[in-house]
């Protein structure tokens, strides 16, 4: 069953229905869906779909040719192998001058890698074809950097050619929640969410009939499950130094936040180290952050931005030996007790994005423009502290504080709130503050007295489903 991608379905849909040339680009980082998003729109259309393999350009046109010939679009070519790529471009372009044909290169990237000419010849075609053309090309990667750079980029032959372009995100939290709503109490699916950093293709490899502990132990605590291998083979897929890569991950999963930090800690050159560092944003595995509302200055922190992969190097490397002897039920109690503290960083993501949800839908007090977490030195205190989430316009902003505890929040973290706003200027100040549990009773008194603050459970975050 096909879960989520609606708003992306929609979009392919109308530009289909045109019946105009259209050039769409669809990125995103592996394992995230686009294959699946791909499959659904051209189910039911004639299409031609080919996948870029990472090798020599010969076999990538054998492939290419065969994937025309085997398609459903009526091709009646006598040739089993075009001769080159112009000759399998404009065979395409032929078939589409009367009917609406779907032409898919996925992993475009390993194809242009084989072919470097593939960028101008379809810029050539297009420009030459277009006004009157049916065809509906999809180029698709999971190269972020080729596909931001030399795909969408203004110095790429194909620059100003594309109609439309995708960039295909995790699934948020509500949309797992609907992966796994008639299986799993919501706790337990934020903490699928947490660990799978909601991509698809991980989510699919839980098993519904298991338990939320016999699935971690399943896939990430035993040596033959699919994601005890996952990370190193994703940085074997796109990193050709693995082991510096992993070094890097493994400095920042064990607190180096700051770029001297993860240098010492990996024995690098902070040169080098910063160069690793830039590959690892660009596949999605590593974040750069800044306080919120603060473009310049040296506050620039690292931390992972893939759940997976924050929660392997925290939990599965560091208990290997257990692993690798054939413990997974020792490994995951010592897991564990430590699953609420990691859950801390997932609640504050997921209270984000309830936010961005109602800031949308306009059921807040304000209608902000951005939304991020700062950290910073309290001069009044001499003292460092962090507000979990700020979310502004002009002159009005929402302050929001995210506890992931088995516990009433209580008022201390209301006025330890308000007096951290109070390092910032604006008008207007609403606060929100989120409980995994529930709220004491004097802190939900002090909040109807106040009317400016808003108590949100963690069972009404998802309150239409």
Not at 280 to 297: C, V
Not at 383 to 398: F, G, H, S, T, V
Request: proline residues 3%; hydrophobic residues 40%; neutral net charge.
């Amino acid at each position: 069953m096909f879960i989520g991608r609606q708003k992306e379905l929609n979009e392919l849909d109308r530009l289909y229905r045109t019946g105009k040339f259209q050039c769409v680009i669809i990125y995103g980082r592996r394992r995230v869906g686009k294959t699946a998003l791909i499959n659904e729109f051209i189910r039911d259309k004639d299409a031609i779909y080919f996948t870029g393999q990472e090798t020599n350009s010969k076999e990538n046109l054998e492939n290419l040719s065969q994937s025309i010939m085997a398609s459903s679009t009526g091709f009646t070519g006598a040739a089993p192998i075009f001769a080159n790529y112009k000759e399998a471009v404009e065979a395409i372009f032929s078939l589409a001058e009367t009917k609406r044909i779907v032409f898919v290169i996925d992993e475009y990237p390993y194809l242009a890698s084989s072919y470097n000419g593939i960028s101008s010849l379809l810029q050539t075609s297009i420009d030459r074809n277009k006004e009157n053309s049916k065809i509906f090309i999809i180029l698709c990667g999971s190269s972020l950097s080729f596909m931001e750079n030399q795909v969408l980029g203004y110095k790429s032959p194909l620059y100003g050619r594309r109609t439309a372009q995708f960039k295909v995100l995790p699934f948020d939290y509500e949309q797992t929640y609907e992966f796994f709503s008639k299986d799993y109490a919501p706790e337990d699916i934020a903490v699928f969410y947490g660990i799978t950093g909601g991509i698809p293709m991980y989510l699919s490899l839980m098993d519904t009939g298991l338990s939320l502990a016999e699935n971690i132990k399943r896939n990430f605590l035993s040596p033959s499950g699919y994601l005890f291998e996952e990370p190193g083979n994703l940085i074997k897929q796109e990193c050709r130094e693995p082991g510096q890569y992993n070094a890097v991950i493994k400095a920042i999963a064990n607190g180096a936040t700051r770029l001297s930090e993860i240098s010492g800690k990996t024995g690098m050159e902070t040169s080098a180290c910063s160069a690793y560092i830039t590959k690892l944003i660009s596949i999605g595995i590593i974040k750069k952050e800044r306080p919120f509302r603060e473009e310049t200055g040296k506050k620039v922190i690292y931390g992972l931005e893939d759940g997976m992969f924050r929660f392997w190097y925290r939990f599965a490397a560091f208990y290997m030996p257990l692993i690798s002897r054939g413990e997974p039920d020792l490994a995951y109690g010592r897991i564990e007790p430590q699953i609420p503290e990691f859950m801390g960083a997932v609640f504050e993501k997921i209270c984000k994005e309830y936010l961005w949800r109602k800031n949308i839908a306009g059921q807040l007090p304000i209608l902000f423009n951005d939304a991020g977490r700062w950290w910073g030195n309290d001069p009044r205190k001499h003292a460092e502290c962090e507000i979990d989430i700020i979310a502004d316009n002009k002159d009005e902003a929402i302050f929001a504080e995210c506890k992931w505890k088995n516990e009433d929040m209580g008022l201390d973290v209301l006025n330890t709130l308000i007096d951290r706003s109070g390092l910032f200027r604006y008008d207007h100040k609403y606060y929100y503050l989120f409980s995994k549990k529930g709220f004491t009773k004097a802190l939900e008194l002090k909040a109807a007295e106040m009317g400016n603050v808003s108590l949100v459970c963690f069972d009404m975050i998802l309150e239409t489903q």
